[in-house]
C-alpha cells in the first residue's frame, strides 16, 4: 500500500524568504503522480503544482517548484519569494496513472505554512 | 462551470439523527469522491464513483455511511444515527479518468458537528 509522510507539522517563514516542505512516500509502482496542495483557512484546497513520475525534470509553477527523487521517493516543494497569502496547510498526495492504484489520492498529514510579514 | 459544488455549507445535527450532504461535480469530469478530513489532519479517502459506478466503498467507515451517484451526475453521502465521531468536514472532489492523472478539484466541503 502507497503511503505519504509529511514530517513537519508546523513551519514558518519570512515574507520574501524561501522555504521547503518536505514530503517523502512509499510505493511500489513505477507509474505515478505526485502533487502538491494548498487549503488557506477555511477556503477549499487547490492544486499546487504536479509531478510526472517518469520525467527527470522536475516540475515548476511561478514561484513554485518541486525536487523530485525518486530513487530516494522524496517530493519536496520550494516556496520562493513567499507572500503573505501562501499562508495555508499544504498536503502532499500520491496518485496513480492512468488505471492505476486505487483510482483515489493518498495525501499525507499536512504541513502547517505561516509566512510572517 | 462554476467547479465543484457542496451543499450544505455547513450542517449541526443531534445526535442519531441521519444527515445527506450533496456534491455536484464538473460536468464533464466522470469520477467523483468522497473524502473526510478531521481538524489538523490530511483528508481521509472513503469512497469513490466512476460515472454512475460505485468502484471503491471498502473504506467507508462504517455502515452508517452510505453514498450514492445516480445516473453519473451529482452524488450524496448519507450519514445515518449520526455519532459525535462524525464531526468532520466532508469533502468531494472530481477528475476526469484520462491517461495522465491530473489531480482533483475539490469542493468547498461540508462541515458537519454533530451535537
Known amino acids: 500500500a502507497q503511503t505519504v509522510t509529511q514530517s513537519q507539522p508546523e513551519m514558518s517563514v519570512q515574507e520574501a524568504e524561501t522555504v521547503t516542505l518536505s514530503c517523502t512516500y512509499d510505493?511500489?509502482?513505477?507509474?505515478?503522480?505526485l502533487f502538491w496542495y494548498k487549503q488557506p483557512p477555511s477556503r477549499q484546497m487547490i492544486l499546487v503544482i504536479r509531478?510526472?513520475?517518469?520525467?527527470?525534470q522536475n516540475a515548476t509553477e511561478n514561484r513554485f517548484s518541486v525536487n523530485f527523487q525518486k530513487a530516494a521517493k522524496s517530493f519536496s516543494l520550494k516556496i520562493s519569494d513567499s507572500q503573505l497569502g501562501d499562508t495555508a496547510m499544504y498536503f502532499c498526495a500520491f496518485g496513480g496513472g492512468y488505471g492505476g492504484s486505487q483510482g483515489n489520492l493518498i495525501f499525507g498529514k499536512g504541513t502547517k505554512l505561516s509566512v510572517k510579514p | 462551470d462554476t467547479g465543484v459544488s457542496q451543499n450544505p455549507r455547513h450542517k449541526i445535527t443531534k445526535r442519531g439523527q441521519n444527515v445527506t450532504f450533496r456534491c455536484d461535480p464538473i460536468s464533464e469530469h466522470n469520477r467523483l469522491y468522497w473524502y473526510r478530513q478531521t481538524l489538523g489532519q490530511g483528508p481521509e479517502f472513503l469512497t469513490y464513483f466512476q460515472n454512475e459506478a460505485q468502484l471503491e466503498k471498502s473504506r467507508l467507515l462504517s455502515d452508517r455511511f452510505s453514498a450514492e451517484r445516480p445516473k453519473g451526475s451529482f452524488s450524496t453521502l448519507e450519514i445515518q444515527r449520526t455519532e459525535q465521531g462524525d464531526s468532520a468536514m466532508y469533502l468531494c472532489a472530481s477528475s476526469l479518468l484520462s491517461r495522465d492523472n491530473y489531480g482533483y478539484t475539490f469542493g468547498s466541503g461540508t462541515r458537519l458537528t454533530v451535537v
Open positions: 510505493t511500489s509502482e513505477s507509474n505515478y503522480y
Open positions: 509531478q510526472e513520475a517518469y520525467k527527470q
